[in-house]
Structure formats: C-alpha cells, structure tokens
C-alpha cells in the first residue's frame, strides 16, 4: 500500500465525521420546529443539544484508551455505527424525554469518531502537511453542521421532527460503512534519520502506526497534565467550544427575533457560517503548517535544532488570533447593529470561519505535543475536558436567554470566556519558552 492512500484514509474520515455529526450539528437549525412542536423553551433546547454531549464527557477518555489499543478502523466504525442505530430508534420516541434519551446513547457512540478520525490522519501525515490534513478532516463537522442546517428544517416542516431521525442515522450508517470498508493502517516506514524539527526528511509521520499495545500509565497521565503546551491548548478550547456551541444554539434565534428574519432565511445564514467554519478549518491550519515551517527553517539556521514549543507556536499563535477574532464578532452582536439583518449575519459568518475554524490548528497542535504512543489518550482527555463547555454552555446560555429576555447575557458571557482564557494563556507562559525539549526528546 503506497503513501497516495492517505488521501483516501482523509477523505474516508472528513466524510465519517460529517456524517457523525450531521444530526447532532443540526438540532441548532431545527430550533425552531423543535420549540413549535414540542413546547419547548431555549433551556429546554440547549439541554436536548447538550444530550448528545453528556457521555463523551467520560466516553472521550474510553475511546481514547481504546485507540491506544486497537485498530482505529473498528473502533470509529463501530461508534458511527452505533450513533445511526440509536438515531433510528429514536424514530419510536414518544416525545421530549425519550429523544434526550436517544441522544444519550447517539453521544456515546460518537465519543469515538472524534479522536479516532484526528488519530488516524495524524498516522498517515507527516508533519509538513499534518496541519493541513488536520484541517481538511475537522472540516467534516461544519460541513456536517452545513448539510443538516440545509436538509433538516426542511425535513421537519415536510414530514414532521421524527423524520429527521431517520434521515441521520441512515446518513451515520452511511459513514459507519465508508470508514471501516476503506481505513487501513500505514506502511511501516524503513528507519530513516530525522530532521531537526522531528519529521523524516521523507515526510513520514513521527507517531507510531496501529494501536499502542502499552497504554498510558498514572505518571503518563499526570505528566500530560503537566504538560503547558496541552494546558494552554485546554484553555483556549473550553472558550472557544463554548463559542461554537452558543453559535449553533442560538444563531437561527437572534436572527429571527432580533435581525427579523424568517426561519428560512436565518437557517441560510448559519449554512454560510458552517461553510465559512468548514473553510476555516483548513485554510487557519493550512496557515498554521506555514507559520511551523518558516519557524523550523530560522531555528535550524540560528541554532542548528528546533525547541518542540517553538516549532508549535505558530499553530498556538493562529488559535490565539482566532479568540482575537471571536471577541470582536460576539462584541458587535451586543450593540444595536446586531439588529440589522447585513451586519449580524456577517458578523455570524465571521463568527463560523474563526468560531469553528480554529479547531483545525488546534487539534493538530495537541497532536504534536502527545508523546509517542499517548496521541489517542492525549486526545480524549483535552476533548473530554473541553467536552465540559460542550455540556454546560447549551442550558447556561438558554437559560441567560429565556431569564434575560435578549441575547446580550449569552454573548456577554462568551466574551467575557473568551477574554478570560486570552488571559489565562499569557499566563502560563507561551508554550516556546515553556518547553525546552527537542522534538527528539519527546519521543515524536
């Protein structure tokens, strides 16, 4: 098997993602047929979306154990597998309590495709187009999120909410079979001498292919916790999931009841914003891959080796002016300009490209700083914490809604998140004077 099958490996996994997430992604969108139908109030609402994100919440750490162990290709298929079976069992549900029932169970199954799909991209892409990669994979959820925006409330006015189960899980079955018809695990590259920033001067991927029979120890663990590169990374991600699930919760909302747009055209404007997210995750990490290369190429010059922060910060920078961007959008939907249909859905839309966008350097960023044989754990456990935001953000920010009567509370509150972890990451330090080991010596 040549190393052209990993653009093959890429699209399998962009595509499992999308279709993992296309209904989950989708309940924002279907706000306001769900509150029609079903009676339900904003709090009500962003506890059905957080549903979905309950389990990951320990179900992350599961999977990436599992990752660790076994094959990547039975493990997401078998989590995407389970998220099409429960969404059309929950065709059956009888009302609100059983489909937040459902969405228990499509949250569990889905636990598994996140860090499955970054790991198994990580295996085949060496570090020169590893961001990248990372980028084109993460944009399977916006695209996902896109594609359900569009689809959905059509489905639900057609055919009523139920119908729109249906449609999910046949769409995460779909992706369930692409996955573990097409991964396959990469060649074993011949011992070759690394480059100073770690990388084979073919380009091979550092991380060890197949699963990592060991597993990660309590020292492994407390170490990762240690770790300022995963810990500024943690940071700026509970801000900015928090972000983008305020987006997807309460999008369609303001642009109905304060922009005046109808459900149709304020659905539209989200589908432009989860293209803009989809588009941001590639061209943000595409730019990160850019950043790391100039720094490695002035490192190599000036000190003849490269600190792994230092080849790292240009990913950390790209993240840091997206919450830069973030703060900015969130501040204009709180004056009186975030009535005015042009200007909120612009601002909405450059809330997607740097509100969803950011993931794409950011996952490849925690992916880099994992030490060989722990990517899986890695992963699950800085998506499990952020996972915590993923939970609570819905419900908190529904509820600042339906209390305060507006939306300036939610999006004031996610400013103030977001400038917070602005803070907190200057705080710990920039992670290329923080870590002082080589890539060598982390064992990349």
């Known amino acids: 098997m040549t190393t052209s099958y990993r653009w093959v490996i890429l699209a399998a996994a962009t595509f499992t993602q999308a279709a993992a997430a296309f209904f989950v992604q989708g309940l924002g969108a279907l706000g306001v047929h769900l509150q029609r139908e079903l009676h339900l109030s904003a709090a009500q609402l962003g506890l059905l979306v957080s549903a979905a994100q309950l389990v990951p919440l320990a179900g992350l750490l599961v999977a990436g154990e599992l990752l660790d162990r076994f094959d990547e290709r039975w493990v997401v298929g078998a989590g995407a597998g389970l998220v099409g079976g429960a969404l059309l069992a929950g065709t059956f549900a009888p009302g609100y309590a059983a489909l937040l029932a459902v969405l228990l169970v499509v949250g569990a199954g889905y636990s598994t ?232 859905g612009a601002a909405f839309v450059w809330l997607g490209f740097f509100g969803i966008g950011w993931y794409g350097p950011w996952v490849t960023l925690v992916t880099e700083a994992a030490p060989a044989g722990r990517t899986g754990f890695a992963l699950g456990l800085v998506m499990a914490a952020g996972q915590i935001a993923v939970v609570l953000a819905p419900p908190v920010l529904g509820l600042l809604r339906d209390g305060s009567g507006g939306f300036a509370a939610p999006w004031g509150l996610l400013i103030v998140l977001t400038c917070g972890a602005l803070l907190g990451t200057v705080r710990i330090g920039r992670p290329d004077r923080t870590v002082q080991m080589t890539d060598g010596d982390r064992c990349h």
């Open 113 to 344: 495709v996140q860090p499955g799909g970054s790991k198994s991209v990580a295996s085949w892409f060496g570090t020169a187009q590893r961001g990248t990669a990372m980028g084109v994979r993460q944009a399977g959820l916006p695209l996902g999120a896109a594609l359900a925006a569009a689809v959905l409330p059509a489905t639900a006015a057609a055919f009523g909410w139920r119908a729109t189960l249906t449609v999910g899980g046949v769409v995460a079955l779909l992706g369930a079979a692409v996955f573990m018809g097409l991964y396959r695990r990469p060649p074993q590259p011949a011992a070759t001498p690394a480059t100073p920033d770690g990388a084979t001067p073919d380009g091979a991927t550092p991380h060890r292919a197949g699963p990592d029979r060991a597993g990660p120890d309590r020292a492994s663990r407390r170490a990762l916790l240690k770790d300022p590169v995963l810990r500024t990374a943690l940071l700026c991600g509970v801000s900015l999931i928090s972000v983008h699930s305020g987006l997807g919760l309460l999008a369609v909302l303001h642009l109905h009841e304060v922009a005046a747009l109808t459900p149709g055209r304020a659905a539209t404007i989200v589908v432009v914003a989860q293209l803009a997210g989809a588009a941001g995750r590639i061209l943000l990490a595409a730019y990160s891959d850019r950043v790391r290369a100039g720094r490695v190429r002035a490192g190599r010059v000036r000190a003849g080796r490269v600190r792994g922060g230092w080849a790292r910060s240009g990913r950390q920078g790209v993240v840091t002016a997206s919450m830069l961007a973030v703060v900015a959008a969130l501040a204009v939907l709180v004056t009186p300009w975030g009535a005015v249909p042009m200007v909120a």
